[in-house]
T-cell receptor
Framework: GQNIDQPTEMTATEGAIVQINCTYQ??????LFWYQQHAGEAPTFLSY??LDGLEEKGRFSSFLSRSKGYSYLLLKELQMKDSASYLC??????????WGAGTKLIIKP | GAVVSQHPSWVICKSGTSVKIECRSL??????MFWYRQFPKQSLMLMAT?????????EQGVEKDKFLINHASLTLSTLTVTSAHPEDSSFYIC?????????????FGPGTRLTVL
C-alpha cells in the first residue's frame, strides 16, 4: 500500500531551526509537496521537489532523496506565526496526491 | 495568484437535510477539481476527483449517492451532502488545478465547516 510517515507533533523555540521529516512509500513518484495548514484553514503551498537535493525559499528549505524515499522541511529563524501543521504529500504515478497525517509544530517563546 | 473560493464557510444543519457546498476558481479555469474531507487532527482525505463535463471519480469507501458532485463549468464544482448525519460533520475542502495530468499545483479553497446536529 501507499504510505506517508511524518512525526505527529514537534516543539521548537522562537528564533531556532526545526527540521520536519517525511518518509514515503508510493506507487510511482511524480514529486513531493509540503503544505502549511493553520488550524481551521485550508493548506497553503510551500514547496515542490521532484529532483534530489535542496530547494531553498527564504526561511524555508525542502530536501528530497528519492532513493531513500525521504524528504525534510527545514524552517529557520522560527516565528510564532509558524505554529501550524505541516503536511507532506507525494504525487504518485497516477498524478494523485497521497497525503501524510501532518506534523503539528508548536513554537514557544 | 490563483484563487479558489468556497461557499458557505460554515454551515449547521439538522440531521436528514441536504447541504450544498460550492467551489469556484475565481481567476482561472479549473479542468480538475478535488474534494477533500478532514476530521479533527487528521490529514486530508480525498473524496473524489471531478473533471469538467464528466462524472466524478470517487475514492473507495465514499458513497457517490450520498456525496453528489457536479462540475458543470470550468469555474464551478458543487458537493451536495444528501441526508446528512452527525458523522458527516467535518471540514470539507476543495482544490482546483488547470490540468488533468502532470504537475499542476493544487490551489485550495478556504474550506467549509459542516456541523450536523
Amino acid at each position: 500500500g501507499q504510505n506517508i510517515d511524518q512525526p505527529t507533533e514537534m516543539t521548537a523555540t522562537e528564533g531556532a531551526i526545526v527540521q520536519i521529516n517525511c518518509t514515503y512509500q508510493t506507487s510511482g513518484f511524480n514529486g513531493l509537496f509540503w503544505y502549511q495548514q493553520h488550524a481551521g484553514e485550508a493548506p497553503t503551498f510551500l514547496s515542490y521537489n521532484v529532483l534530489d537535493g535542496l530547494e531553498e525559499k527564504g526561511r524555508f528549505s525542502s530536501f528530497l532523496s528519492r532513493s531513500k524515499g525521504y524528504s525534510y522541511l527545514l524552517l529557520k529563524e522560527l516565528q510564532m506565526k509558524d505554529s501550524a501543521s505541516y503536511l507532506c504529500a507525494v504525487m504518485d504515478s497516477n498524478y494523485q496526491l497521497i497525503w501524510g497525517a501532518g506534523t503539528k509544530l508548536i513554537i514557544k517563546p | 495568484g490563483a484563487v479558489v473560493s468556497q461557499h458557505p464557510s460554515w454551515v449547521i444543519c439538522k440531521s436528514g437535510t441536504s447541504v450544498k457546498i460550492e467551489c469556484r476558481s475565481l481567476d482561472f479555469q479549473a479542468t480538475t477539481m478535488f474534494w477533500y474531507r478532514q476530521f479533527p487532527k487528521q490529514s486530508l482525505m480525498l473524496m473524489a476527483t471531478s473533471n469538467e463535463g464528466s462524472k466524478a471519480t470517487y475514492e473507495q469507501g465514499v458513497e457517490k449517492d450520498k456525496f453528489l458532485i457536479n462540475h458543470a463549468s470550468l469555474t464551478l464544482s458543487t458537493l451536495t451532502v444528501t441526508s446528512a448525519h452527525p458523522e458527516d460533520s467535518s471540514f470539507y475542502i476543495c482544490s482546483a488545478t488547470t490540468g488533468t495530468s502532470g504537475f499542476n499545483e493544487q490551489f485550495f479553497g478556504p474550506g467549509t465547516r459542516l456541523t450536523v446536529l
